[in-house]
């Protein structure tokens, strides 16, 4: 039983660029939530995709989006990356939208230089 | 919006000594509670959870928790740590009607010296 996969697992990119991030949901789970880790810090919700649409979404600007798939996997697009948008992007996935719990990908360090 | 707060950023402590991890939130309504972990180089992973009923929880490893509702605390706590618990441990709150979304603590660094 596959757990949470996320892709790339590292990645460096310029200011100015795009980037597209991955994840794979826990087989059986539909619902798939993305967190940004910023160094010494806890996980802060980005937002969260349930039948293809976004249903919640935390403080981030638009240059922040998503998508979901019918195989209920999961990207993360930034536009226009900023130095400060360095961290490591988590994918979590869960079973249902109503609080259930979430398990964790590896993550994607993303630098941004 | 709600906040979770831990107490310690870092814990340093000798194996068999005991752990007490302090999260402390701010929110009216119900809740569900986790604690999570990060072994160095893992993914996060669920160590306990509270949702409903006992409010004194036991999760994996020899950890549990006590959701005290008055005190809107949810302490993590260990008997007798391993130099194997050294990681990173993160308190998070669900309110219930907030679906899935979670709002993580900053995490307490813990380092057990063998």
């Known amino acids: 039983d596959a757990g949470v996969t996320q892709s790339p697992t590292h990645l460096i990119k310029t200011r100015g660029q795009q980037v597209t991030l991955r994840c794979s949901p826990k087989s059986g789970h539909d619902t798939v939530s993305w967190y940004q880790q910023a160094l010494g810090q806890g996980p802060q919700f980005i937002f969260q995709y349930y039948e293809e649409e976004e249903r919640q979404r935390g403080n981030f600007p638009d240059r922040f989006s998503g998508h979901q798939f019918p195989n209920y996997s999961s990207e993360l697009n930034v536009n226009a990356l900023l130095l400060g948008d360095s961290a490591l992007y988590l994918c979590?996935?869960?079973?249902?939208?109503?609080?259930?719990?979430?398990?964790f990908g590896q993550g994607t360090r993303l630098t941004v230089v | 919006a709600q906040s979770v707060s831990q107490h310690n950023h870092h814990v340093i402590l000798s194996e068999a000594a005991s752990l007490e991890l302090g999260c402390n939130y701010s929110y009216g309504g119900t809740v569900n509670l986790f604690w999570y972990v990060q072994y160095p180089g893992q993914h996060l992973q669920l160590l306990l959870k509270?949702?409903?009923?006992?409010?004194l929880v036991k999760g994996i490893k020899g950890f549990e928790a006590e959701f005290i509702k008055s005190k809107f605390s949810f302490n993590l706590r260990k008997p007798s740590v391993q130099w194997s618990d050294t990681a990173e441990y993160f308190c998070?709150?669900?309110?219930?009607?907030?679906?899935?979304?979670?709002?993580f603590g900053g995490g307490t660094r813990v380092l057990v010296k063998p």
């Open positions: 979590a996935s869960s079973l249902g939208t109503g609080g259930a719990e979430a398990f």
């Open positions: 998070a709150v669900n309110p219930k009607a907030a679906g899935n979304k979670l709002t």
């Open positions: 509270y949702f409903s009923g006992d409010p």
